[in-house]
């Protein structure tokens, strides 16, 4: 089980300990800051933090050190003429970086190898710890790409990237709002595969186009990456095939909209959510904070609350706000108002955190 | 020379040093444009291009600048001329309240 979790938050970066039992705050960085998104390498241990500065830009940091001491990477960044549209006919804007959206990590046999997924859309490649990044331009040059549009933003975003356990040269993308991409030979070429989502939100014409699905995550079982989870913005979706073709998965209740989905390490037919009411309010349904979860594959969904508030909650969980641990039984949950909830057995029971933190962006296990 | 000040929320991603005290920081700068005046900031403290320009060389959005008291007039040409004792301030800009 893992003793330590990265909370990255509104106002700086919290690292949590488990002591005596307990999580406790052992480390508070970037203390004010909009700190988006933490990545722990596991191949060397060290943390990248991804901070939005908002008048000063997005920024990467590094630590070799569990967070005490950081040193400022490069950033992605655009070139002179890339362009991004929003399908909705508005004119193209040129590109700039907004926020990075995801942090992955490449294997043990590519050292260097990071990958950043951005909005507006373009998905990095650094080949030397992030000193410097490279735009993938074989996704960004893909004509389709001028018909995704923003989710939550004004722009496309790349907020997932799954890196093939079995061969890290396969690699699959999820964008908001634009589908799933995937490559099979390390980013050189890419073909949509959102094949079977629909999209509730568009013309009825269009509601099957790949293009335009909003998926808000997507993640792989480790052990059996033919298995892909999705949760997208009107409905949940599983794919047996690696990402090829996707069902839907109907009737989930009290919800199937929501952000967050985190998938068991070892058996694909596990998997969690945290649903809301639809784009309009997004908040608990019946204003109670609830995990769904699965264990069937998605044949049946229990609702887990024990240990969650019981009085009226109004906690959302963000897209990148569910963690789970290397052994399927840690679970973290990082919500909106700051609340931090933690489980020990796959979320039959959660502990809340004895600390009112601010909104929280993203948890990871480190 | 130009003066530059950067106003304290940009100061403090310099690299640390303990000799300064906390605040806005003052520098003597070079040039005869704002433009060049960066270019002569950036070559001490490198790490703060990315904080007051963007990639493709403009003044970030929410980011000022002003000369001797007025705002400059391009923030993608940077080519407001500075007199000797010109006075450039980089600042936060205020917006959405």
């Known amino acids: ?366 | 020379m130009p003066r530059m000040l950067l106003a304290s929320q940009l100061a403090r991603w310099l690299p640390p040093d303990p000799a300064r005290p906390e605040g806005a920081v003052q520098l003597e700068v070079g040039g005869h444009t704002v433009g060049a005046a960066l270019e002569s900031l950036f070559a001490t403290h490198p790490n703060l291009r990315g904080y007051v320009l963007d990639e493709h060389g403009g003044v970030r959005h929410h980011v000022a600048i002003f000369v001797d008291g007025r705002s400059i007039r391009r923030k993608d040409r940077l080519d407001d001329p500075l007199g000797d004792d010109a006075e450039i301030h980089v600042l936060q800009a205020l917006s959405g309240g």
Not at chain 1, 79 to 93: F, H, L, Q, S
């Open chain 1, 1 to 366: 089980m893992s003793d330590r979790l990265l909370v990255s938050t509104r106002k700086g970066l919290f690292v949590l300990e488990r002591l005596g039992g307990a999580w406790a705050i052992a480390r508070h960085a970037f203390p004010g800051d909009n700190v988006t998104l933490a990545l722990h390498d596991p191949r060397d241990g060290a943390i990248t933090a991804a901070l939005d500065l908002g008048h000063f830009g997005t920024k990467l940091q590094r630590s070799t050190d569990g967070g005490a001491s950081w040193t400022e990477l490069a950033v992605p960044a655009y070139a002179e003429g890339d362009e991004v549209a929003t399908g909705d006919g508005k004119p193209n804007a040129a590109a700039t970086l907004k926020l990075v959206w995801s942090l992955e990590a490449g294997v043990a046999d590519q050292p260097g190898r990071l990958w950043a997924g951005t909005l507006p859309g373009g998905l990095f490649r650094s080949d030397d710890l992030g000193a410097s990044w490279q735009l993938v331009r074989a996704l960004w040059d893909v004509p389709d790409r001028m018909s995704w549009f923003g989710g939550g933003y004004d722009t496309p975003g790349i907020h997932s990237i799954c890196v093939d356990p079995r061969d890290a040269r396969v690699l699959r993308v999820a964008i908001s709002t634009g589908g799933v991409w995937r490559s099979d030979d390390d980013g050189a070429s890419w073909r949509q595969s959102a094949h079977g989502m629909r999209a509730a939100y568009m013309p009825p014409e269009l509601a099957h186009e790949p293009n335009h699905q909003d998926v808000h995550r997507m993640v792989q079982c480790r052990a059996a990456p033919e298995r892909l989870w999705v949760q997208h913005h009107n409905g949940i979706f599983r794919s047996d095939d690696g990402g090829t073709r996707w069902t839907e998965i109907e009737d989930v209740p009290p919800s199937v909209f929501g952000f967050a989905v985190a998938v068991h390490p070892s058996d694909p037919d596990r998997a969690w959510f945290v649903p809301a009411v639809k784009d309009e309010r997004r908040i608990p349904v019946d204003a109670r904070l609830v995990v769904t979860r699965t264990r069937d594959g998605g044949a049946s969904f229990e609702q887990l609350a024990d240990g969650l508030p019981a009085t009226p909650s109004y906690d959302l969980v963000y897209r990148h706000g569910l963690a789970i641990d290397a052994t399927g039984d840690g679970l973290a949950l990082g919500t909106t108002t700051g609340g931090l909830w933690t489980s020990d057995d796959g979320g039959d029971r959660w502990h809340v955190l004895d600390a009112r933190l601010p909104p929280i962006l993203a948890v990871a296990y480190a």
